[in-house]
């Protein structure tokens, strides 16, 4: 079992800019159905890097805690199966 789950992140608002919590993540891009394919990015030692698909910049911001994110309401939660 996975000791830790690593957050996905969706830019459903198209900002260009999205500070997040946390320096390992998925970009979804879009939400489904308009996702591109979930990619694993490191923000690395600058802290900072662009999603290859969607073009959406990634910065780590300290002063944000595990999951959140600014502009808020970008955590991308898989919808529970019915």
């Known amino acids: 079992m996975a000791e830790h789950v690593i957050p996905h992140f969706h830019n459903d608002s198209g900002v260009a800019l999205i500070e997040i919590g946390v320096q390992e993540f998925m970009c979804v891009g879009a939400k489904p159905p308009f996702d591109h394919p979930h990619i694993f990015i490191d923000l690395g030692?600058?802290?900072?890097?662009?999603?290859p698909y969607c073009s959406t910049v990634y910065r780590h911001n300290p002063r944000l805690h595990?999951?959140?994110s600014n502009p808020p309401g970008h955590l991308f939660v898989e919808p529970l199966a019915a």
């Not at 030692?45 to 999603?51: L, N, Q, T």
């Open 45 to 51: 030692a600058s802290g900072e890097r662009v999603c």
């Open 66 to 68: 595990g999951t959140e």
